[in-house]
């Protein structure tokens, strides 16, 4: 597990070995907080059994212990002769993926350390807690290459902002920076935005338009929401990567790229693979460097100083009222960082950030919630406002589901008349224990 010291976070190196199946006797031993197992070849465990998915779990190092999470596989895990979505292992525990049966062990004479930055960076972005100081201890190294990075993170995390602190902090950073929000844009429209179109390539196109490659010449390209790109336009954005050029819509000559790609997505692409929505071959181009920012619920350590700091930017320097910050603790923020902000503004502005219990919206003026429309999910496209909102419903809904059957997971997934394996997908979708609710 992770052992949090004052300048540095340090793990012990961890095995999987599998024990049974084809490739009995392969073992992995982990240099890195997460390991990943699979058929596919970007995989730190490669299994060649049938059973088992392209991306089929992954193992990784937390304060709390080593936790196994199933990447919607097909046949899933199991442990204890129980199917699981997620699970914490113990040394020694053996677990099963697919038909393949795998031992995991602790090397705890075998330590790995990383280095913990301050708690902001470059003045945009602020966390005292463990995850995002290792995050923070990260940006320089990687802003200093020109690899690709795959961000992400829930939606109102920071992605755009660690994107933004890459490129001010790269070689690029006098170069344009460019975002395309790739589900917010039209399906019809996208592949004119990302590689440009000549004059007359389709109805409307009355003269020639750069894309989004061409006009951040020099800069980075952030691709926002890259999980929701088309599937038929995936091999032409990997083509692009590939060759490093494009070729506008309706013209056979091809641009060379001069830019650095960051993608970022609220979605676990690796669970898309194995649905079928997103291609293996441009998952693997774009997950060079692979970064996750942490959920504010994850990270609920930093409320307070993030309270703090926009409080004082709203109140004039003032310091917030400490009930008004406890209150802010205990609430789950669905919304995450842009939410909290939106919720200290109301708060200096009204006295009342407007929240419920549990992380519900509470009711609007005169009581009428509109679906727990929120002022801030005006600023989000209309894709992602309802995302949201369906995300903040479904947690509403399985906490309410499990505490009103006791915390029985079997009753409650009767009461509700799904899957018990769907819940359990639910619970661990929206970070909710049976424990909590």
Known sequence: MLKVRPREVAFGKFSVQVVSGPDQGAVQVADAPELSIGTAAGNHLVLTDPSVSRHHCVITATPKGYLLRDLDSTNGITLAGFRVGTAYLTPGATFGAGQTLLHFDHLPEEEVREPLGDAELSGRVLGQSTAMRRLFAMIPRIAASDATVLIEGETGSGKGLFAEVLHQQSARAAGPFVVIDCGA????????????????????ALQARAGAFEAARGGTVLLDEIGELRLDLQPKLLRALEERSIRRIGSLDTVPLDVRIIAATNRDLRQEVNRGTFRSDLFYRLNVVRLRVPSLRE????????????????????????????????????????????????AVLTGDPAIGEGGVAGPREGGDDEGALRPDDLDLSFRQAKERTVSRWERAYVKALIRANGGNLSHAARAGRMDRNHLRELLRRHGVTASES
């Open 299 to 346: 990270r609920r350590e930093d409320i307070p100083l993030l309270v703090a700091h926009y409080y004082r930017q709203f109140a004039d320097r003032a310091d917030p009222p400490a009930e008004l910050v406890e209150r802010l603790v205990h609430h789950d923020w669905p919304g995450n960082v842009r939410e909290l902000r939106s919720a200290v503004e109301r």
């Open 185 to 204: 844009i039209p399906p019809t429209l996208i592949e004119a935005e990302l590689f440009g179109h000549v004059k007359g390539a389709f109805t409307g």
